[in-house]
């Protein structure tokens, strides 16, 4: 590994700086949406369950030690469940796009990463043509293979090492993608469910006074 190291030449460094920022962004997101993505209908149904029973301060601390967007949303549609129909599908709403940019967050680093070491590989690439051309125009007309292997080496080894950190970079840019578009249908069917469940089939109980003027 140092040996290719050294033979790729000073451009190796930025490369080798991607891929170390690129598996940390990686791991990050999926740790992060891994636990953003809940068993939904069995949270929802046990959510429906308290509430009927009057219990909505209950419902509404079992929201905040869920993690993930959908008992975000579902939280907020409690705190929220007095406010007109189309006041509360509001509110709603913005809960969810306000949960987007956290379930994206750095997925545009990931991206750019997979975007641009196979750049810096061409770059690598050229420099190293450079140097052998520069070392033929040095030596010439006796030039041996030993003049113009170490530029050879370079800018075979540059683009090699960018296209392997690209392409697991983009392969995994698009699977984290495929988790937040998952994760935002859940969403969009949470919202959905809670604002049916508290306009349409929320049974009448003896609420402990939890309202979206409330804090918990």
Not at 14 to 42: M, N, V, Y
Not at 60 to 70: A, F, K, L, N, Y
Not at 78 to 99: C, V, Y
Not at 108 to 127: D, F, K, N, R, Y
Request: charged share 15%; aromatic share 8%.
């Amino acid at each position: 590994m140092w040996e290719l190291m050294v033979k790729g030449g000073w451009i190796m460094w930025p490369i080798l700086a991607c891929s170390i920022i690129a598996a940390a962004l990686f791991l990050e997101r999926l740790f992060h949406l891994h636990r953003a993505q809940i068993k939904q209908d069995d949270f929802l149904n046990g959510i429906y369950t308290i509430v009927n029973r009057g219990n909505t301060a209950e419902a509404v601390s079992i929201c905040d030690q869920t993690p993930g967007p959908v008992a975000h949303i579902v939280r907020t549609g409690l705190l929220h469940a007095d406010e007109q129909p189309e006041e509360l599908k509001q509110t709603i709403t913005k809960a969810g796009l306000g949960e987007i940019p956290r379930l994206e967050k750095n997925l545009g680093g990931l991206l750019t990463i997979a975007q641009i070491t196979p750049l810096l590989g061409l770059m690598g690439t050229v420099v190293g043509l450079m140097q052998v051309f520069s070392n033929m125009q040095q030596n010439a007309p006796l030039a041996e293979i030993g003049d113009i292997s170490g530029g050879i080496w370079q800018a075979l080894i540059t683009t090699a090492v960018g296209l392997c950190i690209s392409i697991p970079s983009y392969a995994g840019y698009n699977f984290l993608l495929s988790r937040v578009e998952r994760i935002t249908l859940n969403m969009e069917y949470a919202a959905t469910e809670v604002y049916h469940f508290l306009r349409y089939d929320r049974q009448d109980g003896d609420d402990e006074g939890v309202s979206g003027n409330e804090t918990v």
